[in-house]
């Protein structure tokens, strides 16, 4: 870990672009390795050839799309999402799928706010049921924490979630949460953000090179993500169609090739590649344009996704169907 007081002085001393290049090298080289495969050439070859099951490293799966905090940027659009509930039976019959193809080192049950599901219990024991060695995570902000009843905090400790929390500059209850998570025996993480979010612009013309946004993403937003049984290569493309709506885009939408179904894909190695590769909608992703922010209160205005003069501007038919 760079000591905070590096960080600040690099911060205040470099260029902003320069900066945001370091970080983003430094990230790569030293702490993100990817979300999609953390174990060697060698050994994922040997898996291969055994018939062994793959080890996803990462995966993510909303329990709702909609939040009670308004988080500027949010790459989920959850912000500007309608209030949607994930459906535990579906879900359940998800994770047992998936379950049977591969192994996973972490699983996310996030959103949207998951602390806003009525059942969101079900989905922590669910979880668990079909994966008893992976680490499980429920991200939340922390908001609904002081409010939840003894069931959610005894389905955390029975099923050994862990329980992350952001460290938004917002008012929370810390010690109550901690205090209540000790009780039902809850392991507690941190999520740290540091006041900063990042913004990695839409091209709605998709005239980036994807290859290149694709790799540049490896280590900053692509985590595998689960949605109505397909799995996507991060959230952006997952749920692209809550963006569309909210700003009536068209040509923008994620296509069958953007995401890879968990039941049509018998080899689960065949999932692991296509997990590996970009997809057609990389191009809409300008990482010569990313940058970081303070984090704030959304305005819900498109501009917090693209960069001008784009903003607002619905892209060509022509320039959709070059995306292929
Ligand atoms: C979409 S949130 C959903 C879970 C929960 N509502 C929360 O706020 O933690 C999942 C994670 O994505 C992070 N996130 C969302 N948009 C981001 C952005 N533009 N830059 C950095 N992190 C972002 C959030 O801070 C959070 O840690």
């Given at each position: ?15 902003k ?33 055994w ?25 989920h659009?959850s ?47 669910s ?74 612009p ?35 493309i ?5 963006f569309?709506k ?38 809409h ?17 498109i ?22």
């Amino acid at each position: 870990m760079v000591p905070g007081f590096v960080r600040h002085a690099l911060r205040h001393l470099l260029p902003k672009a320069t900066g945001d290049r370091l970080r983003e090298f430094v990230i790569a080289r030293y702490y993100a390795p990817g979300m999609v495969l953390r174990i060697g050439v060698v050994e994922y070859w040997w898996g291969r050839v055994w018939r062994n099951r793959p080890r996803l490293h990462r995966l993510v799966v909303h329990v709702t799309d909609h939040c009670n905090l308004d988080c500027k940027g949010c790459s989920h659009f959850s912000n500007i999402a309608e209030p949607a509930f994930a459906d535990p039976e579906q879900l359940d019959r998800e994770f047992a799928r998936l379950a049977e193809l591969m192994e996973i080192t972490e699983i996310y049950l996030l959103g949207g706010e998951p602390l806003l599901h009525p059942r969101v219990a079900e989905f922590a024991r669910s979880a668990r049921r079909h994966f008893p060695r992976s680490k499980i995570i429920l991200l939340t902000n922390g908001i609904l924490l002081p409010r939840m009843g003894p069931e959610f905090w005894r389905a955390l400790g029975e099923s050994r979630i862990t329980l992350m929390y952001d460290d938004y500059p917002i008012r929370l209850q810390t010690d109550l949460i901690r205090e209540r998570a000790a009780e039902h025996d809850v392991g507690v993480e941190l999520m740290e953000h540091d006041n900063e979010f990042l913004k990695v612009p839409i091209d709605l013309e998709g005239s980036q090179d994807g290859a290149d946004s694709f790799a540049r993403c490896r280590t900053v937003m692509n985590c595998p993500t689960l949605r109505d049984g397909r799995l996507y290569p991060c959230a952006y493309i997952a749920y692209i169609d809550l963006f569309t709506k909210r700003f009536g885009i068209e040509g923008l939408e994620a296509t069958d090739l953007d995401s890879i179904s968990i039941f049509e894909a018998g080899d689960p190695y065949r999932i692991m590649a296509f997990l590996l590769k970009p997809v057609p909608w990389c191009c809409h992703c300008d990482f010569d344009s990313a940058e970081h922010y303070a984090w704030g209160r959304s305005a819900c205005t498109i501009d917090e996704w693209t960069v001008p003069p784009h903003g607002g501007v619905a892209p060509s038919r022509e320039a959709s169907n070059a995306r292929g």
